[in-house]
């Protein structure tokens, strides 16, 4: 069936883009730096450490000469907001300092989606310390009034930070998420969302765990996705999506993964994504990176869109033609973080009917507010040049043909 309607003439996956590209050169040496490979100890690789710490501070804003044209090119083709069923999605939910309740408040509006999905980065366990750093350096547990202020109805708990307060703290943190009426995925099950009728899977993976001398009592659904230069086993993965597909009329799959402070997502990201799209996933959500990443519209089962630079294209086994969206990096939603680039992040919306019909995109910013720290739309803050920079830059990075 697959072989017909100009199949045949396609290229085979493996020679040419994302699975093919220019390495780049000249890199100075904090850029090469990733955690997520977990080939590294910061308390043992003190070098290592040093140059990830400049990462954090630099960023790596380029990319291989392939990405660059790709995502220019791909920047033209994500179609606006068409009808449908929509999901509103936000990326990392952060430790932000105070205001706990009302951090989030301003930009409540803008997550107008008939479902409302975010990965909550933080434990938080009301057994354990809510100071800075008592858990550990890297480590995090919020008060429990985060989440009575937070305007999503789907928790992502399975994430690099998930046993930073250990197993009991996670439970507790499980728990307190039940108990004010938030779906979560990513701990021991996945999520399937009854909206209106249509049935929506929420499905949860994450590249690994900060805290490595620490067995999870849970299933926490960890795919290796940062170790580059290997093979990913990505089948239990596409097992679940195909057992989603099953019962579900749309599957979202929230990703964990990708390397933090890179302004575009690495081609071995790309070429893993392309594999999930086919198995069945009609939107790719990531998180993790804490900077903004361009997105793509894949196609599947549509032979007039040959893959490589400039097209994302797939054939699945079912042969049915859909679209899907991967959304690579949401960036945070509320953060500490020091960058301007990691305060600002998005509110991604997507239009389902059932495959991705359309996508919307708001930024947002963390500042601080009246009250402490603050997550609102950036157009509120556009009186500071420092935003308008960024704004313009986000236009160009993202694509403003999206833009809500």
Request: aromatic content about 8%; hydrophobic content about 40%.
């Amino acid at each position: 069936m697959l072989v017909g309607c100009g199949f045949a003439r396609w290229p085979d996956a493996g020679d040419v883009f994302p699975a093919v590209y220019t390495p780049e050169d000249e890199l100075e040496d904090y850029e090469t730096v990733r955690w997520e490979t977990e080939t590294w100890n910061p308390a043992e690789d003190l070098g290592t450490a040093a140059q990830y710490l400049l990462k954090a501070q630099n960023h790596r804003p380029g990319a291989p000469v392939e990405s660059l044209e790709h995502f220019e090119r791909m920047r033209e083709q994500i179609p606006p907001l068409g009808s449908g069923l929509r999901l509103s999605l936000v990326g990392d939910v952060m430790w932000v300092g105070s205001n706990w309740e009302g951090f989030a408040l301003p930009a409540a509006d803008l997550l107008d989606g008939d479902l409302r999905i975010g990965n909550l980065e933080t434990p938080t366990s009301p057994l354990h310390s809510t100071e800075p750093s008592a858990l550990g350096l890297y480590a995090f547990n919020a008060p429990v009034e985060m989440l009575d202020g937070l305007p999503l109805d789907v928790l992502q708990l399975n994430n690099n930070h998930s046993l930073d307060a250990g197993n009991d703290g996670l439970a507790a943190t499980v728990s307190e998420v039940e108990a004010r009426g938030f779906v979560h995925t990513g701990v021991d099950a996945h999520a399937m969302v009854d909206v209106a009728g249509t049935e929506v899977a929420v499905l949860a993976y994450t590249w690994g765990m900060n805290v490595r001398d620490v067995e999870a009592d849970s299933e926490l659904f960890i795919v290796p996705f940062g170790h580059v230069g290997e093979s990913i086993d990505l089948s239990v993965v596409e097992a679940d999506i195909a057992a989603a597909r099953a019962d579900a009329d749309s599957v979202v799959v929230m990703l964990h993964w990708g390397f933090e402070y890179e302004y575009f997502p690495d081609p071995h990201f790309m070429v893993l994504a392309r594999s999930l799209v086919a198995a069945g996933a009609d939107v790719l959500v990531g998180s993790g990176p804490h900077v903004l990443q361009p997105p793509e519209l894949c196609h599947v089962n549509q032979a007039e869109f040959r893959p490589g630079v400039g097209t994302c294209s797939v054939r699945s086994e079912d042969g049915v033609p859909r679209d899907a969206a991967i959304l690579y990096s949401l960036g945070n939603f509320g953060t500490s973080m020091p960058t301007l680039q990691t305060q600002v992040g998005m509110v991604a919306t997507v239009s389902l009917g059932p495959d991705v019909t359309g996508l919307g995109w708001e930024p947002v910013a963390a500042v601080d507010g009246e009250s402490g720290p603050e997550v609102v739309p950036l157009s509120d803050v556009l009186d500071e040049p420092e935003y308008v920079d960024e704004s313009e830059r986000l236009d160009v990075h993202l694509g403003s043909g999206w833009r809500r």
